[in-house]
């Protein structure tokens, strides 16, 4: 059942013994909404704990501590998590049926949870928990307004990317004079590369491909990479804008290799494809302008799956 | 003389025929302040025209056009100008004692002109232009916004910058409502790499090398490395921010080569480091994170007078 601001507000009032949850791999906006309404609702003398089924990036470690022993909950929360799937395997199996009220901006929500909160026109989940500890009448301190900022920032890419609206940059300004320690946060999520990565990165350019006449560019990263760089999957992420920021670019692709032998596929637009059709056709998902998939391996078979599906596309849609 | 906003704005409503001067080899603020200036004062019916030593790059064609005849006037404005030398040196000869006013962000100014209207708070010399069109009561129309955005957005690394303050978020969000081409301005400017600039991040990854136990990285840009990657001094800017990423780093340094077989040298440095002093040693200045200076060849002569500079003001200021 899809309910409003004002509905979310009220049901959570009248709760107690909350349990949040991130979903798996978890990113910045995430965690940044988990850790935000937990800190709002023991403002309000409740009790409330944030997991999450893979264990976050140590640079997420200033946002607040994942709850790993047990927790013993009357109601659960998912934030940004789309769907069930999402929260992770084991998650999945033990809460993907009983999540009370999930918190998203994903236009793509599966409404798995029984009451779902979305509202497509946020840039980061955190917008809404804004809104949300707002409405709860908390006044946003400091460990609050690190993680609102952390969330609309990582999802914005910094207050680059389309999903940025006067609403988004307004909250960060808030934010800011609420103490959050933006230069500090900005720094590590972007501008702090490591020296592994930057070794995978030289590998992954080695890797760029062309195709259909410079429309689409494909980076693939191999366990190989991983190994000569020291690298591992988790920096991949930083790869995934680049082959889609090459100049005439239709459709950026980024392929890491999984140690099953699978293929994670990452894919970018710009302004002229949706990306999450050609995702779907592979069996997978995302935004217009950022999904993804995975594709069977070994190497050249993914990259001919993937290609062929962007290339019907782009004929379809009169890119090429 | 030092003058305050409302004495530049009552200075401005009293004038007409108005030259505005960029600084040479221009980017986004100076232009953007530049023409969004120029903008207002012909909403108020007066004649002005945007001169600029240097051709500006054609990816800001969007906004305006430089006046390259002849063009009358009673004064001179110059935007983001610290020092009648950053003209250009055609346009210092002519212009540089000529400034009536000079609208400016940077601490530094040498305060060449008649009256220097200068806010070391601003992120940008268009935080500064926007507060005077308000004040002359012109409504920021697209044209404007689209200016105002790219001055902000490009002098703070799209927001991602230590001199981003709540009061530029909510500028750019103004700047959003009132029409600024955002999404297609970021892409532009953050999010577009040529082919040959491709090329070119590739060789300089590979001349990355690390001083001092890791805290200074220097990459090398050669002449040779222009001709293999097709690709030219410009497309530098965007290398610039990369050996200051790389974890652990203090201070990070890019030097390239000249036709002349000097080396200009561009310095950047998080939170620890002033590279504004080593900068200043070395003939140089700037930003406290952001300054340049220029040195002789060859290379490893240059090399060696800038990681030694760098070395002494680590030793002296207990980084190393």
Redesign the interface.
């Known amino acids: 059942m899809r309910i409003d601001l004002a509905a979310a507000v009220e049901w959570l009032k009248s709760r107690d013994n909350i349990l949040i949850l991130a979903h798996g791999n978890p990113d910045g906006d995430t965690l940044g909404g988990s850790f935000a309404l937990l800190y709002s609702l023991e403002a309000l003398g409740k009790r409330a704990a944030v997991k999450c089924f893979d264990e976050p990036h140590s640079k997420f470690g200033y946002l607040g501590s994942i709850c790993s022993g047990d927790f013993a909950h009357d109601c659960v929360i998912a934030v940004d998590v789309a769907d069930a799937a999402l929260l992770g395997s084991g998650f999945k199996e033990m809460y993907g049926s009983k999540v009370d009220l999930c918190i998203d901006h994903h236009a793509s929500n599966r409404e798995f949870a029984a009451m779902t909160l979305v509202d497509p026109a946020a840039s980061a989940a955190c917008e809404i928990v804004l809104q949300i500890i707002r409405a709860l009448g908390v006044k946003a301190d400091k460990r609050i307004a690190d993680c609102i900022y952390t969330g609309i920032s990582t999802d914005t890419g910094?207050?680059?990317?389309?999903n940025?609206?006067?609403?988004t940059?307004?909250m960060?300004?808030?934010m800011?004079?609420e103490g959050a320690d933006?230069?500090?946060i900005?720094?590590v999520m972007?501008?702090?590369?490591?020296?592994t990565f930057?070794a995978l990165?030289?590998l992954a350019?080695?890797s760029?491909k062309m195709y259909f006449d410079?429309r689409c560019a494909v980076i693939t990263v191999t366990s190989d990479m991983f190994r000569e760089s020291g690298s591992d999957e988790r920096e991949v992420d930083a790869i995934a804008?680049?082959p889609?920021?090459?100049?005439g670019v239709a459709v950026g692709v980024t392929m890491r290799e999984r140690s099953d032998g699978r293929f994670k596929v990452s894919m970018r637009s710009?302004?002229e494809a949706d990306v999450s059709e050609i995702c779907a056709a592979l069996g997978g998902g995302g935004h217009r302008r950022a999904s993804g998939c995975e594709v069977a391996g070994p190497l050249e078979a993914a990259v001919k799956t993937v290609t062929d599906a962007v290339g019907k596309y782009l004929k379809e849609n009169s890119l090429i």
Chains 1, 2 share one sequence.
């Open positions: 910094c207050f680059r990317y389309a940025v609206t006067p609403r940059m307004r960060a300004a808030e800011m004079e933006c230069i500090r900005n720094t972007f501008e702090t590369k490591t020296k930057i990165e030289k350019l080695d760029l410079g804008p680049i889609r920021q090459i100049e710009g302004e």
